[in-house]
Nanobody, 114 residues
């Protein structure tokens, strides 16, 4: 059984920073790709950032230049460094990992006050 456990969400003022972490565990040796999605109230879940083994990170246009995704393959951990946060970044952030199927974390709330 595979689990993704997120941490690092919280409340921050506009212009501030947060770092999200996601650790994968269970009966899997490596994920082909890991990433972050977010879902704001009343909106669909959207891709924030994504990194695949052997590929270049991909970012949503709205976060380019502000967010950075990084990954430690050895322990199936992915991070999202979020700088210059804006109120429109407020959402529940979900970790995603892909192997033979997609796995999701439980979500962590990020709230950016103006």
């Amino acid at each position: 059984q595979v689990q993704l456990v997120e941490s690092g969400g919280g409340l921050v003022q506009a212009g501030g920073s947060l770092r999200l972490s996601c650790a994968g565990s269970g009966t899997i040796t490596a994920f082909n790709a890991m990433g972050w999605y977010r879902q704001a109230p009343g909106k669909q879940r959207e891709l924030v950032a994504h990194t695949a083994i052997g590929g270049r990170p991909k970012y949503a246009d709205s976060v380019k230049g502000r967010f950075t995704i990084s990954r430690v393959n050895a322990n199936n951990t992915v991070y999202l460094q979020m700088n210059s946060l804006k109120p429109e970044d407020t959402a529940v952030y979900y970790c995603n990992a892909e192997a033979k199927r997609a796995y999701w974390g439980q979500g962590t709330q990020v709230t950016v006050s103006s």
